[in-house]
Every structure is written in structure tokens, then in C-alpha cells.
């Protein structure tokens, strides 16, 4: 008797672990789910942003210029947008470009012959409260003083400040998507470009498999 007992408790703890495992992937499953739909329901808002009937002014980050320097897309983007930048940026791709790194040389180029602007900011320290610090505080007071119509953002603190500040704040793969929808961009040039964004590991891997698959059917 004891030792079927003991074996009824056995089965049940495995009955209750395997419960469990189930329930911990269903969790994992749902929340998956949940980002890829709310992701996704971020980028099309952003992408609603746009007038493409006139040409917008767009001031971005550091991070968003570099990725879409890599993906060859910042090309596409100079010939329908005005694609600004703040001084203290400038002065980061001028020390990137001393170590050599190639990116820079390619967005100083852009800078040198007036396809890129610097322009100058009027700081607005009260930002500091929302902890947006040198890059990150020019580029929002540059959109707050309303020198530009969007920002062009990866940046996690520029985009939770977003709502508080009321700040139109573009993603680089919806930046990408608005491209290819408004046919600025091939369909394979979109596609290369979301695979390279894919590889620099810096968004979710759903949100890229979505917007692979809207410009595969669109």
C-alpha cells in the first residue's frame, strides 16, 4: 500500500509540473501574441502620420540614421523627406568617423552636400524632468519648438516620453513600411532592408516577421 502511495503521489506532482509547463507556454504563447498585435498596431499608427502630399520635415536619432545608413534606405528617404539632425549628433558621427567607421563617412557625405541638415536647437531644459539628456533633449525640443513634423526615433526614452509630451515618434521598420506602401521603395529593397534590421537584433523578431509578410502581400 505504501508503495503505490507513493507512486500516486509521484503522478500527481508530474500531473501538476506538466500542468504547469503547459500553462508557462500558453502564458508565453499569449504574450507573444499580445506584442506582435500591439507592435503592430504602433507601427501602423505611426505610419498614419504621414502626409505624403507634402514633404515632411523628420529629425532623427542616432540610432535610426545608422540603421537606415545600413540598410541603404536613408538614400530613399533624403529624395521625399527633409531629413534633419541636431549639432550634437554631428559631432558624434565626426568622432565615429574618426575611428573609421563607415557608416559615418556615408552620413558626412550625405551632411557635406546638403542632403542631411544640422540644424541648430534652442535646448528646453524643463525636458530634463523626463530624463532626455544631450542627443535625446535636442531632438525633442527641436520637434516641440516645431521645427520639425516628426521624429525619427528607436530610442527607448524619446519613445516613452511619446504620449506625456505628445510627440509624433516614427519606428525605423514602420519608417520602412511607409516606403514601401507609398511605392518610394521596391518590394525587395523593403525586404533586404527588414532583414538587416532583423540581424541588428535591436526589435522583436514578430514585429519584423509582420512587416515582412504585409510587404510580401502588399
Known sequence: MANLRALFDILKRKDKDES???????????????????????????????????RSKICIDGIALLLLTKTGIIEDAINFYNVVITPLLADEIER??????????????????????????????????????????????????????????DDALIRTNRE???????????????????????????????IILRSEKWFNDCIIDECIRRVKSG
Open 20 to 54: 504547469r509547463i503547459e500553462s508557462n507556454k500558453n502564458k508565453k504563447a499569449e504574450i507573444k501574441a499580445n506584442v506582435e498585435d500591439e507592435g503592430m498596431k504602433e507601427i501602423e499608427g505611426e505610419v498614419k502620420y504621414f502626409d505624403n502630399k507634402i
Open 96 to 153: 565615429q568617423k574618426k575611428d573609421n567607421e563607415p557608416e559615418a563617412h556615408i552620413i558626412l557625405n550625405l551632411i557635406n552636400t546638403g542632403k542631411i541638415s544640422v540644424e541648430k536647437v534652442y535646448q528646453n531644459k524643463e525636458l530634463k524632468q523626463y530624463g532626455l539628456y544631450d542627443v535625446e533633449l535636442e531632438i525633442v525640443s527641436h520637434f516641440l519648438n516645431g521645427n520639425c513634423n516628426f521624429i525619427l526615433s
Open 164 to 194: 506625456i509630451l505628445k510627440l509624433k515618434v516614427i519606428s525605423t521598420p514602420a519608417f520602412v513600411l511607409n516606403l514601401f506602401v507609398q511605392k518610394m521603395i521596391t518590394r525587395e529593397h523593403a525586404i533586404d532592408a527588414y
